[in-house]
């Protein structure tokens, strides 16, 4: 039999870290990474032929678990009619019909790759349309790997971009403004010294990329306010928040309308799909229609619009709430188990989302989500994996449970949490 050891060791030879995209490596929590030889429902079986309990969920898009049978259907029967013409088909519309009939805010959709894709042509956009130059981000939010995005901040000058990254020219990320999440007040101050050159300010409106981390009561609400008011435009990444939060994302359930929404993960049922949308005004900029250029060779691929279709549909009859219900359950037992193990705790959740923070107290921002004890999450991790229990390989990143979940894999990974020793 071939194992995850052997596989690894051979990824390493050819593929930078062994692996296609960095957390997968588990450097983080110090194990070397599991190869998966398939999936079904809620659960990943491994080469070593180990079955696990998954709260990853390829990091958000199975809401609907591994192979469903009517998305696995409708991809591959779109499949033989031909994976990609380059040329409009009709399910490009009919997948921008669900998308716009489902999002609030969205008159018009255009269809990406990823969400990388996604929100680096949304920022284009916004700055295509409003002339200015400057972006403000938050702290602790993920928007992908475009350059503009990879900006943290420098110690002591919050408000300062230094690229977190080599190969992103520092001109670049002088462009980018941060503010802490969840702070109003600094994005105030941002807008009273750079309120002609800011195009948009971009947001995750429910923070999923530092744990899950909840907008705090007249958060976005502030920043539709402020970005209005200064003829910025609101970009809400709902990359993760997007058909999870509710049908319409986190938008609908907040009842907040941003200018521009950019979405994946969930929309493509697990192929490769990202979209941006928004006001007709500013989507009618984007290039054939307008001046603001943005194209995809794949994008609007026919067998990814099929799944993704497939995969709104079913959405759209799903039962969210009983799905909230269940996880909300479950972090309630989670953070009892936690209690009488005397380990210190804050479980921030929403919808099917969950993160357990190794910490006391609220987790509002990126400073308090850092205090959490990584290296206690490592050991929670590595023990649960053995257990059959598979979470994120990082401290700072969400669970998601999904509607293939069941009452037994909830029973498993209590159990499994039970038997930790942290
Ligand atoms: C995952 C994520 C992205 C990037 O999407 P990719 O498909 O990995 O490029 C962007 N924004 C948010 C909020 C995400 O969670």
Redesign the pocket.
Same mark, same amino acid.
């Given at each position: 039999m071939i194992h995850s050891k052997q596989l690894f060791e051979r990824a390493k030879k050819v593929i930078p870290g062994g692996v296609n995209s960095p957390v997968r490596a588990c450097l983080s929590v110090g194990v070397d990474p599991l190869f998966i030889a398939s999936a079904k429902g809620a659960h990943l079986r491994t080469v070593d032929g180990a079955e696990l309990v998954d709260f990853v969920m390829s990091?958000g898009p199975m809401l609907l678990g591994y192979v469903h049978p009517e998305i696995h259907e409708a991809a591959t029967q779109a499949a033989l009619r031909g994976t990609s013409f380059g040329a409009p088909c009709e399910a490009e519309i009919q997948m921008a019909e669900a998308v716009i009939d489902a999002v609030p805010s969205m008159d018009m959709v255009r269809m990406v790759n990823?969400?990388?894709e996604a929100?680096m042509s949304a920022l284009r956009l916004a700055r295509g349309f409003t002339g200015r130059s400057k972006v403000v981000k938050f702290e602790g939010n993920?928007? %992908?790997h475009a350059d503009s995005f990879l900006a943290s901040a420098g110690s002591g000058v919050a408000t300062l971009s230094i690229p977190g990254t080599p190969g992103v020219p520092a001109e670049t990320v002088a462009h980018t403004l941060l503010a802490p999440y969840n702070d109003l007040e600094a994005v105030k101050a941002l807008f009273a010294q750079h309120a002609q050159d800011i195009a948009a300010v971009i947001v995750?409106p429910m923070a %999923?990329?530092m744990g899950c981390v909840l907008p705090a009561e007249g958060f976005l609400e502030g920043l539709r306010q402020l970005t209005r008011a200064h003829g910025a435009l609101l970009i809400f990444?709902e990359?993760?928040t997007g058909f999870r939060l509710s049908y319409g994302g986190a938008q609908k359930r907040f009842g907040i309308n941003p200018d521009l929404t950019?979405l %994946?993960?969930i929309i493509g049922g697990g192929y490769p799909v %990202?979209a941006y949308g928004g006001r007709r005004e500013i989507m009618e900029r984007i290039a054939p229609c307008g001046d603001v250029y943005q194209a995809g060779t794949l994008s609007g691929n026919p067998v990814a619009m099929a799944a993704g279709l497939a995969t709104l549909k079913l959405l759209k009859a799903a039962d969210y709430q009983a799905l909230e219900d269940r996880t909300a359950r479950l972090t309630d037992d989670l953070s009892s188990i936690f209690q009488e193990k005397g380990v210190a705790t804050a479980i921030n959740h929403i919808a099917s989302i969950f993160t357990v923070f190794f910490k006391e107290g609220p987790v509002t921002d990126f400073e308090s989500a850092k205090a959490a004890d990584a290296g206690l999450y490592a050991t929670y991790y590595a023990q649960l994996r053995e257990l059959g229990v598979n979470l994120a390989p990082s401290a700072f990143e969400c669970a998601f449970t999904s509607f293939a979940h069941t009452e037994q894999d909830y029973d498993q990974f209590l159990s499994a949490v039970r038997k930790v020793k942290l």
């Open positions: 990091w990823s969400g990388t929100t993920y928007h %992908g995750e %999923g990329n990444d990359v993760i950019t %994946g993960k %990202g």
